[in-house]
């Protein structure tokens, strides 16, 4: 049984870091694309970040680069999410996704991440 498990989310002030990992069981874990998608209120959910199976590529969002950095160790099983300099429209619920192939097979449960004075 494959799971997905998100933490690190809370509140945090305007210009403040958050650290996000989640932890996957279950999958061989080399073999997926890693991702981190957000979910704003009322909103669609979107692609922040992802990393390929060795780590070596990467991609983000244009509204997050420079800002947010993703990484993964595959001896721990755990995709991460580096937040830096936040701001309040970063506030949303933030889902890991775990891709083979192109194709999304698990998601997590999502944690929030609120960015308020």
């Known amino acids: 049984q494959v799971q997905l498990v998100e933490s690190g989310g809370g509140l945090v002030q305007p210009g403040g870091s958050l650290r996000l990992s989640c932890a996957a069981s279950?999958?061989?874990?080399?073999?997926?694309?890693m991702s981190w998608y957000r979910q704003p209120p009322g909103a669609e959910r979107e692609l922040v970040a992802l990393i390929g199976g060795t780590g070596r590529s990467t991609g983000y969002a244009n509204s997050v680069k420079g800002r947010f950095v993703i990484s993964r160790d595959n001896g721990k099983n755990t995709v991460y999410l580096q937040m830096n300099s936040l701001k309040p429209e970063d506030t949303s619920v933030y889902f890991c996704?775990?891709?083979?192939?192109?194709?999304?097979?698990?998601w997590g449960q999502g944690t929030q991440v609120t960015v308020s004075s």
């Open positions: 996704n775990a891709a083979y192939g192109g194709v999304t097979k698990y």
């Open positions: 279950g999958l061989i874990f080399s073999d997926y694309t």
